[in-house]
T-cell receptor, first 116, second 111 residues
Framework: AQKITQTQPGMFVQEKEAVTLDCTYD???????LFWYKQPSSGEMIFLIY??????QNATEGRYSLNFQKARKSANLVISASQLGDSAMYFCAMREGLEGYQKVTFGIGTKLQVIP | DAGITQSPRHKVTETGTPVTLRCHQTENHRYMYWYRQDPGHGLRLIHYSYGVKDTDKGEVSDGYSVSRSKTEDFLLTLESATSSQTSVYFC??????????FGSGTRLTVV
């Protein structure tokens, strides 16, 4: 079974609108972390947001928020007020474990295009 | 924040030749990782290191070897490059609870 599933290969959003990128995960480890990374066309991987499995509140970082629904094993990224610079690939990732080697698994990504 | 650098940034090589990619960190992190990125696959772990001379395989380790003789350097070697190893390679270090810090990537083309 896939550890991280991103079912949207590509998404379009109008500038200034909000957009939700879907991510579901699968783990039996009670301690895990969920991440979103952005990869613009220049190629670098940029950390956006983190949610721990024991965190009670949804994580927020500026215009980014993570809609964490633990029972449904989903960790969707919400980008508010989209900007042209948000056009990029977005990867959801999960880290399992807290100590020592922490295995991180990535989804296949979603390509977001912001339309002026 | 250039705590992790990769070299070279781009490389074109011929099938059957050996290739070594270098990752250098200045953060003194114990864990270092090599990933490859391919369309439709996301990032897949090749090898990782948990200390000097301590390495282990990831999910796509066939055809690759690694070495770590110093904390700051983690080398990825393709012993005999094949076209299927054409990819973008990322090195990463553990960034604590906020996840990885990635290098800028190496685009490798095997012709």
């Amino acid at each position: 079974a896939q550890k991280i599933t991103q079912t949207q290969p590509g998404m379009f959003v109008q500038e200034k609108e909000a957009v939700t990128l879907d991510c579901t995960y699968d783990t039996s480890d009670p301690s895990y972390g969920l991440f979103w990374y952005k990869q613009p066309s220049s190629g670098e991987m940029i950390f956006l947001i983190y949610q721990g499995s024991y965190d009670q509140q949804n994580a927020t970082e500026g215009r980014y928020s993570l809609n964490f629904q633990k029972a449904r094993k989903s960790a969707n990224l919400v980008i508010s007020a989209s900007q042209l610079g948000d056009s990029a690939m977005y990867f959801c990732a999960m880290r399992e474990g807290l100590e020592g080697y922490q295995k991180v698994t990535f989804g296949i990504g979603t390509k977001l295009q912001v339309i002026p | 924040d250039a705590g992790i650098t990769q070299s070279p940034r781009h490389k074109v090589t011929e099938t059957g030749t050996p290739v070594t990619l270098r990752c250098h960190q200045t953060e003194n992190h114990r864990y270092m990782y090599w990933y490859r990125q391919d369309p439709g696959h996301g990032l897949r772990l090749i090898h990782y290191s948990y200390g000097v001379k301590d390495t282990d395989k990831g999910e796509v380790s066939d055809g690759y070897s690694v070495s770590r003789s110093k904390t700051e350097d983690f080398l990825l070697t393709l012993e005999s490059a094949t076209s299927s190893q054409t990819s973008v390679y990322f090195c990463a270090i553990s960034g604590g609870p906020r996840g990885y810090t990635f290098g800028s990537g190496t685009r490798l083309t095997v012709v």
